[in-house]
């Protein structure tokens, strides 16, 4: 078989679906924890990618049966948009909490992050955010709630290390009955740190 240009563009991009489409795939799975707006947005581009990957394998090997075939197609692809925007439409219809309940992020929820600068392990409680388990009753403790973005929540480093916790221990060392609860939500700002806080201070208060 004679190599051409084409051939060559096409085996190219079917390595390329097949190597970085899963290793992207995996990391839309944890960005759930980071922001459902990015992770849909991510998903979008993926499903994009993928898409013209197809497209250009097809249009390669079959060129005959492409040209044939484009209704077909275009009906698969409208037919992803679709689902796409059907599953948007029933995100704003049924908002995620109530499907998980969960004060910031699903309840019992556990990702594992492994790069070249960092590795550790984020686990949610019964309540919903990255620390260790909490009564709803304060009892006689003195609590503080952290509200933040990744430094609060300790991106990069394993809960014990993150500044809530190590105030906390600083806090205990000194004497003092304090609990403080790490309530930190990568990717957000002020508008979410007030969201947070209305629901947060009647929960433990």
Request: neutral net charge; glycine residues 8%; aromatic residues 12%.
């Amino acid at each position: 078989m004679r190599l051409s240009f084409p051939r060559v563009v096409g085996t190219a991009l079917v390595l390329g679906l097949l190597v970085c489409v899963p290793a992207l795939y995996r990391y839309s799975n944890d960005l759930p924890l980071v922001s459902d707006k990015i992770r849909h947005a991510y998903l979008v581009a993926c499903i994009g990618y993928t898409t013209a990957l197809l497209a250009c394998a097809c249009w390669t090997v079959w060129p005959d049966r492409w040209a044939a075939g484009r209704r077909s197609f275009t009906a698969v692809l409208a037919t992803i948009f679709i689902l796409y925007g059907a599953d948007a439409v029933c995100g704003r219809i049924w908002p995620s909490d109530v499907w998980h309940k969960g004060l910031i992020f699903p309840p019992h929820s556990d990702a594992h992050y492994d790069t070249l600068e960092f590795s550790f392990d984020a686990r949610v409680n019964s309540l919903g955010f990255r620390d260790r388990e909490f009564d709803v009753a304060r009892g006689k403790s003195l609590r503080i709630l952290a509200v933040g973005d990744s430094t609060t929540y300790g991106w990069g480093v394993n809960i014990e290390q993150a500044w809530p916790k190590i105030l906390e221990q600083r806090l205990r060392g000194a004497g003092l009955d304090v609990e403080v609860l790490d309530l930190g939500q990568p990717g957000t700002g002020p508008p979410q740190y007030a969201d947070l806080i209305e629901k947060a201070v009647p929960l433990f208060h």
